[in-house]
């Protein structure tokens, strides 16, 4: 089995995949209700909130629009702050239904700025909502959330929606004592699970807006999953399989204590990776290391290497498969995934490889010089 | 295992499963692309087109969506077909997103009118698309959509967009043949699959109404799995297992040699129900057998007995899980799946449980009579 090193999917351990092969059920019946109830009380505590939670069965971008055309209105003001692809998607979303978005960026390789997000909302009053993508997997950043939410919702109470897709699971999101409104997370990510489910938070002020929403919808209408869970159901047919595996998946994280000790684990396993890549020569595409991700590592292709090369050679040499750049990235970086089903032995083996392919390929890590 | 007699989720064969166990890949890397194209081009042959098919996830609602966000905009006049609740389903989405929908509806148990299509397209010429079910899973009802394709686009040239949800993979659909613009299906139905992907095969003429449909869209906009097809892609990271089991289940299917064959297993199976069940007393809501559906077979539960009495003792007694009513027919109906992975054991089962229940409920089957 080869070793995937993506920002997701990521591997999935071998009793969640047993656990997948469950015989379909009926979706209307008490053996779902229950398991629906249970993987949403998991949730709940996972993503530390009372607020309400769904299951959608789709992949990230689904429940980001999900988060969007519940809460919104076509002309309505949006600050959409992003450093990097998934913020920019974000953005892309609200626009695509009309959303009246300012954008907020930062330079690759910076977390967003909160005297900037405090700046634009000062500027102008009339923004009604907030996207904010916790862990931009593009460059390897995690945001501060709770700093950021201190000014949206502290500040100036704006409705906050917040794209966790790729950091809930692994690194802390206290959904109600940051006061987010609709956050996100996707099954393929910190979950171990394969990619279909997505999940997300909806809180009071967010159901607020959700009345007055004027965005179409109807495969992600929130209110429909909302009275569907009344009754233990969904509204669509959901990824049984997805959600068997899943309901194994948070019991296996929760049996740990608290998440406490999984956010602990890729705290760790994030700080040896990049000690080792730093060692081997190479260099972060995270310009403050304070805001460096716990879930996956960028760095740059030294100068000289195409970035397939490296990736291919990964590949075929190594049987590791690593990620590539997105968008004003590709091409320049690489990343590293460690997230969810992942132990040091496998980060090892990353480091090794590049130990011994970057000098085939011309380039002389600092280590070996 | 409960013998799952519902009109999905169908019950998944044991190498289905086992094919779904498979580690998680790349979903930009090689081996992805071949598993994408070789599903791609097992579905072109299963739906018999040329047109573009791509894979959704999500449930079938969400394909639904997809056929009509990508061909409409808002205001554009839509005649709606309806034979029971998934007729209504695709009328409530159009109405969703904005489209003028004239609603046509027949009464329970009958099969869609095509003299009435004729006449609805007369009467408004400013009809741009027509909306309608292949296979009604609330009533158990086959549209004649050869008849019906005849009319919408042979006499009128209108946009035909084709919910074949439970029809497709068990049920001929000739695509290119009939001239259907938009065709969607389900995983979790005809395909022996779990829910979680969604399939839909889109026409040059809808591509061509793409080019001006101004309804919002973003997870499911088909733009976007075209540009990410022809790189082997999807747009967002989808379902690598249910796509494993999918890809296996297609070889099982195709290598019968034809699809023919399996039309005419579902054929066969469904009279065999059919049979039983009316020569056990039971009164099918199906109107005209000539239109009842080879994929779930819809009877009324008997007068003096609830369908949740009736449901429950199967469940409770039997480990037999059929399934209610839907909408104007809940609780006055009860409903056996057939399609995908079933044996003619299965409904031997079934038959000879309702033998064994119905007196028990105080009604006396014919046979025994």
Redesign the interface.
């Known amino acids: 089995?080869?070793n995937?090193r993506?920002p997701?999917?990521?591997?999935?351990p071998p009793d969640v995949?047993?656990a997948?092969?469950h015989?379909?059920?009926?979706?209307?019946?008490k053996q779902f209700k229950e398991m629906l109830f249970r993987i949403t009380e998991s949730l709940k505590q996972a993503f530390e909130t009372k607020n309400d939670v769904f299951l959608l069965?789709?992949?990230?971008?689904?429940a980001m629009?999900a988060a969007v055309v519940n809460t919104l209105s076509p002309g309505d003001k949006v600050l959409a702050v992003s450093i990097g692809n998934f913020g920019d998607r974000f953005s892309?979303?609200a626009k695509?239904?009309?959303a009246d978005v300012t954008d907020l960026k930062s330079d690759e390789g910076l977390a967003a700025d909160p005297e900037a997000i405090r700046a634009a909302l000062k500027a102008d009053h009339a923004i009604k909502a907030v996207l904010v993508t916790h862990n931009e997997t593009s460059t390897g950043i995690t945001n501060d959330l709770e700093a950021i939410a201190g000014i949206v919702k502290g500040e100036f109470d704006k409705l906050f929606l917040v794209d966790a897709v790729s950091s809930l699971g692994s690194i802390r999101v206290a959904t109600d004592a940051w006061g987010l409104d609709v956050v996100v997370s996707?099954s393929?990510k910190g979950w171990m699970c394969?990619?279909?489910?997505a999940m997300i938070a909806v809180s009071p002020r967010a159901w607020e807006a959700a009345k007055t929403a004027k965005?179409?919808?109807?495969?992600?209408?929130l209110a429909e999953a909302k009275s569907s869970l009344a009754k233990g159901q969904t509204?669509?047919?959901?990824?049984?399989?997805?959600m068997y595996g899943m309901d194994h998946a948070l019991q296996l994280m929760l049996d740990r204590g608290d998440m406490q000790a999984v956010y602990d684990f890729h705290t760790k396993i994030a700080q040896y990776t990049r000690d080792g890549l730093v060692k081997l020569g190479l260099k972060l595409v995270a310009q403050d290391e304070r805001y460096a991700s716990n879930t996956v590592t960028a760095a740059w292709v030294p100068e000289g290497i195409t970035d397939s090369a490296l990736l291919d050679m990964l590949?075929d040499e190594y049987d590791i498969?690593a990620?590539?750049g997105r968008g004003v990235l590709a091409g320049k970086v690489f990343r590293i995934g460690h997230m969810g089903y992942v132990r040091t032995e496998d980060i090892d083996d990353v480091l090794s490889a590049l130990r011994d392919a970057l000098p085939k390929l011309g380039f002389t890590p600092a280590a070996a010089s």
């Open positions: 089995m080869s995937l993506l997701g999917p990521t591997p999935v995949v047993e997948m092969g015989p379909m059920i009926d979706h209307r019946g069965t789709s992949s990230g971008p689904g629009e892309k979303i695509a239904y009309g996707a393929q394969p990619p279909g489910l965005m179409p919808k109807f495969y992600f209408d509204p669509w047919t959901p990824t049984i399989s997805v590949r498969i990620a590539e």
